[in-house]
T-cell receptor, first 118, second 115 residues
Framework: SAVISQKPSRDICQRGTSLTIQCQVD?????MFWYRQQPGQSLTLIAT?????????ESGFVIDKFPISRPNLTFSTLTVSNMSPEDSSIYLC???????????????FGEGSRLTVL | GENVEQHPSTLSVQEGDSAVIKCTYS??????FPWYKQELGKRPQLIID?????GEKKDQRIAVTLNKTAKHFSLHITETQPEDSAVYFC??????????????FGKGTHLIIQP
């Protein structure tokens, strides 16, 4: 397994501001993903964080709203820009460890960052 | 893209009975099917997974079955215990890029174990 640290664990933000969430992993990883989980809902993939290049976004998510960086293999940030109350959610970092089998391997999740926008 | 349907949304069973949660997927290229358990306020954690070259997998009280022809897979929990109470998510992924794909999750099943 791996230790996946997310900061902040929670925050309350004002409408129109931006917040950056950090994800640090203590093991070598191949893939890093960012998910959103709205209250009582399922997990929705926002994007794949690619090392040294632009993230790959899922339908409905755009770079201007959710800029993502991944400067090295074990660290990534997700920014939620120009926030509105609809962005209130838990944002989870997820990783696939190096050494996973050829088939898609297990995803490990961070504890999540609970964001409330007023 | 992939679409995963999960049923039921809520399942209440008596302690000691069995629980079954079912999922269907749409993308025939999907080849990896994990199940995650999420307790209130905690992160999702993998409890069992199955790959497309296997029809069934068991781990103690938990088993998963996969029918690729029908594109559905199921989670079976036997001899349920109070600590099994949680939200369970099924998911699907394809390996189009050597494990590059993220998971598509079902909407979740809230499993309630009645004492």
């Amino acid at each position: 397994s791996a230790v996946i640290s997310q900061k902040p664990s929670r925050d309350i933000c004002q409408r129109g501001t931006s917040l950056t969430i950090q994800c640090q992993v203590d093991s070598q990883v191949t893939m890093m993903f960012w998910y959103r989980q709205q209250p009582g809902q399922s997990l929705t993939l926002i994007a794949t964080a690619n090392q040294g290049s632009e993230a790959t976004y899922e339908s409905g998510f755009v770079i201007d709203k959710f800029p993502i960086s991944r400067p090295n293999l074990t660290f990534s940030t997700l920014t939620v820009s120009n926030m509105s109350p609809e962005d209130s959610s838990i944002y989870l970092c997820s990783v696939r460890l190096a050494g996973s089998s050829f088939f898609a391997g297990e995803l490990f999740f961070g504890e999540g960052s609970r964001l409330t926008v007023l | 893209g992939e679409n995963v349907e999960q049923h039921p949304s809520t399942l209440s069973v008596q302690e000691g009975d069995s629980a079954v949660i079912k999922c269907t997927y749409s993308d025939s290229a999907s080849n990896y099917f994990p199940w995650y358990k999420q307790e209130l306020g905690k992160r999702p954690q993998l409890i069992i997974d199955i790959r497309s070259n296997v029809g069934e997998k068991k781990d103690q009280r938990i088993a998963v079955t996969l029918n690729k022809t029908a594109k559905h897979f199921s989670l079976h929990i036997t001899e349920t215990q109070p600590e099994d109470s949680a939200v369970y998510f099924c998911a699907a992924s394809s390996n189009s890029g050597g494990g590059a794909d993220g998971l598509t999750f079902g909407k979740g099943t809230h499993l309630i174990i009645q004492p």
